[in-house]
């Protein structure tokens, strides 16, 4: 006997249990997410350093995608959907070498001391370009790549053993070393999405917010395409608050000293935590992070690293300038009065007022709670931000890490308006376009206060997400 369905055009069952599998509004998630991979291998792979035009245009096209994805979350199968997306496109960006920014070969030329015995602090980079004094590796054609040979290299001790490795493994290949590093950083990014789903569910916020993160379009192309390691950073800083909400408060210490050793920032946030810890317990956790971090910093520690180190963060202060907001006015201000620069009295002044602002804000807060501390944290790092001169996009993650424990999102919009700064790079010159800038900060500090004062946020406003 004839089969029935096929005689009269009937579908077979395994075609229906596709169309049912893959519903077709499915279809629009499987749309954007194809989309979306495009625009970042073509961000990751093509356009370099002063190309802002293709920079400027992938970008604005990837973001509108992102926060398309994000509107179509709306359930578990989206979102642990997207979430692979996120993945791959991270995956996707490992064997990208990083275009738009030169950061690389000052993580090859640190790498390549230490594997020869010598502290990456001891010297100025031109000290090996002298006659006698040459080493292996170290050659003219690298030196001239250093984006700042001039000054000491400030990284700490998780990115300099990094470095190493990844020299180690690739002596003689800077793209090989590279993917090294990428691999690792992959690797912190993928834990750092698994501890911000589970913050998020024991915090009580939706877990959707970590799509703002895992699909960022300048997340994706500052930690994984151009190698910065706000994402080692990042994955400490996430493991550290979940073992201190989970009680596990010796390991959380250790884990916020690797997140310092990392990058220094996490620092601003340990005030937050003596209130909420108490202060028989925040003498046991601090000397725990103390020690931690002794013994992390040892390898590096001396003389050498001290007046290295010292002297970085002087220059950093005192010299560097980048997309400043707050500084940038008073810069102006100053010129006006004086006739000249005042940074060299400018910086440390905001860096002390950051100081006192988050003391304050840790002293007069009256909230024990653990879902607090993000907010404090979001307000500590934003404050620095404000005040620090030198601004660079990559710096935009941690408040953006952040963002999904709070209301608030203009930290989310930041992050767009952030990489227009490429535009520096795109005249024969580098070029500081201050008009950027100012529309920059215009829009993120005017969303900012409207967010503060009215009580609710721009994603919600254009029905991205509920609020």
Known sequence: MKDRGKECGQPSSISLSLH???????????????????????????????DFG??????????LVYLGMYRKANGQVELYFFLGVGIIARLLLIGAFPQLSDDIYRFIWDGRLINQGINPFAQLPAYYMQEGTQLPGLSPELFAQLNSPEYYTIYPPVAQAVFALACWLFPQSIFGAAVVMKAFLFFFELGSLALLVKLLARLGFSEKGVLLYALNPMILL???????????MIFFL???LWWLVSGRYLSSAVALAFSVASKLLPLLFC???IRRLGWRRSIEYFAVMGLALLLLFSPLLGGAFFSGMGSSLQLYFQRFEFNGSIYYLLRWIGFQLSGFNLIKYLGPALAACTFLGI???????RRRDWRSLPGLMLFAICLYLAFTPTVHPWYASLPLVLAPFTRFRFPVLWTALISLTYINYSYPEYDEQLWIVGLE???VYGVALWEVVSGRNWMGILGLEKY
């Open 271 to 273: 005030f937050f935590l």
């Open 222 to 232: 500052e930690v994984m395409g151009n190698l910065h390691f706000e994402g080692a």
């Open 359 to 365: 003391s304050l804000a840790a002293l007069l807060g």
């Open 20 to 50: 049912s599998f893959i519903p077709s509004i499915f279809l629009w998630h499987w749309g954007l997410a194809l989309l979306f991979l495009l625009l970042i291998a073509s961000l990751g792979y093509g356009p370099a350093q002063h």
């Open 54 to 63: 293709w920079i400027a245009s992938l970008h604005a096209a990837a973001f």
């Open 238 to 240: 996430l493991l550290g």
């Open 441 to 443: 900060y215009l829009l």
